[in-house]
Structure formats: structure tokens, C-alpha cells
T-cell receptor, first 111, second 115 residues
Framework: GEDVEQSLFLSVREGDSSVINCTYTDSSSTYLYWYKQEPGAGLQLLTYIFSNMDMKQDQRLTVLLNKKDKHLSLRIADTQTGDSAIYFCAEIQTGANNLFFGTGTRLTVIP | EAGVAQSPRYKIIEKRQSVAFWCNPISGHATLYWYQQILGQGPKLLIQFQNNGVVDDSQLPKDRFSAERLKGVDSTLKIQPAKLEDSAVYLC?????????????FGPGTRLTVT
């Protein structure tokens, strides 16, 4: 199956770190993605990680992948009010080339 | 580089009416996707085109939904007749050649409300 699960809400204070978690069930996933969706806007690709990696860092973003537990996380350092949005985890499975999305986590940054 | 364009941005129709959405991809992007995003959920793939051919339409409710991509560029998605449960945001995404699926660029979406 291609179930991708996320917690629905997360609130953090400005300047703190945010950690958004995702679990997936399909062990054949090849690439895993994080997308950001701001109100009224489409999805913006933030970062992605290949399944043979366990960490990827890109400026304030750190992606951790635990393939054994099928767990993906996105850490945002020094969270800003502009980071308030819905964050979607998504996967592509071997042999497929379309994305399966999670339900999204709404991140609220409190000034 | 211009992004993926979609129109209209918002549409309100009554049930049993018809509606059409339009997508203009990023220039040169061969792969085009239509997703349906119901409020509170992640996007779900409806149909995928490679140039003007359909790659995957297994999740498209073909009794009421249709899509085409004439000349392998612009695409239209049609619903006829609409049901209340079709209320959602319809997202178009495209991928550059050789990177189908791996890099998807999304348009702003069309928000459909069926009353």
C-alpha cells in the first residue's frame, strides 16, 4: 500500500526548531519529499531524499530518514513566521513516477 | 522561467452542472499531472500525461471526469456532471524531460465549490 501518515498540527515559537514527522508503509519507496503549501498557493518542493540516504541538510532544513522504521522527519531550524504553512510528506515508489502524499501537517509559528 | 499556470482560480457551480479547468505547463515539460486535493487531505493523482498520451488514469472517475492534452502542451480537465463531493482544489503539476515524477512543479490550483 501507499499510506503516508502525518500528525495534523504543530505549533512552535518563533526562533525554536520545528520537527515534522511522517511515516510511510511502502518499503519500495525510492524518493521521499517534503512540500510546503501556503494558503491559496500550490505546492512548493522544499527538499527530497533518496532512500539510500539517512540524512540531508539544506540551509535551515534537515531531513532524516529511518528506512527500517519507515519514518521521515523534517527539521526546520530557527523557525520564522513565514514558515507557517502546511507541510506534506510524499513518496515515489519503485516503478512508479507519481507522488503519494500524506495528509499534511499544519505548522503554526507563534511570534 | 514562468511557472505552471492554471485558470480559473476559483469556480462555484451547482451540482449536475459542467466545469472545465485549464493548465499551461512550464515550457518544455513533457509530463503533466492533475491532482485532486480535498480540504484537509493531501493531493491525490487523477491522471498523468506524457506529452499527449495518457500514462496513468487509474484513479480518474471516468464516468464524469475527462482530461485531454492536445499537442502535448496545454491540458484541460472536465467534470460533467459535477457532484457535491467534487468540491476540492484541482492542482496541475509538470515535470521536465527525464525527471518525470522526481521533480514536479505545481500550479496554484483551481478551487471548485459545488453547491
Amino acid at each position: 500500500g501507499e499510506d503516508v501518515e502525518q500528525s495534523l498540527f504543530l505549533s512552535v515559537r518563533e526562533g525554536d526548531s520545528s520537527v515534522i514527522n511522517c511515516t510511510y508503509t511502502d518499503s519500495s519507496s525510492t524518493y521521499l519529499y517534503w512540500y510546503k503549501q501556503e494558503p491559496g498557493a500550490g505546492l512548493q518542493l522544499l527538499t527530497y531524499i533518496f532512500s539510500n540516504m539517512d540524512m540531508k541538510q539544506d540551509q535551515r532544513l534537515t531531513v532524516l530518514l529511518n528506512k527500517k522504521d519507515k519514518h521521515l522527519s523534517l527539521r526546520i531550524a530557527d523557525t520564522q513566521t513565514g514558515d507557517s504553512a502546511i507541510y506534506f510528506c510524499a513518496e515515489i515508489q519503485t516503478g512508479a513516477n507519481n507522488l503519494f502524499f500524506g495528509t499534511g501537517t499544519r505548522l503554526t509559528v507563534i511570534p | 522561467e514562468a511557472g505552471v499556470a492554471q485558470s480559473p482560480r476559483y469556480k462555484i457551480i451547482e451540482k449536475r452542472q459542467s466545469v472545465a479547468f485549464w493548465c499551461n505547463p512550464i515550457s518544455g515539460h513533457a509530463t503533466l499531472y492533475w491532482y485532486q486535493q480535498i480540504l484537509g487531505q493531501g493531493p491525490k493523482l487523477l491522471i498523468q500525461f506524457q506529452n499527449n498520451g495518457v500514462v496513468d488514469d487509474s484513479q480518474l472517475p471516468k464516468d464524469r471526469f475527462s482530461a485531454e492534452r492536445l499537442k502535448g502542451v496545454d491540458s484541460t480537465l472536465k467534470i460533467q456532471p459535477a457532484k457535491l463531493e467534487d468540491s476540492a482544489v484541482y492542482l496541475c503539476a509538470t515535470s521536465p524531460p527525464g525527471l518525470a515524477g522526481f521533480e514536479q512543479y505545481f500550479g496554484p490550483g483551481t478551487r471548485l465549490t459545488v453547491t
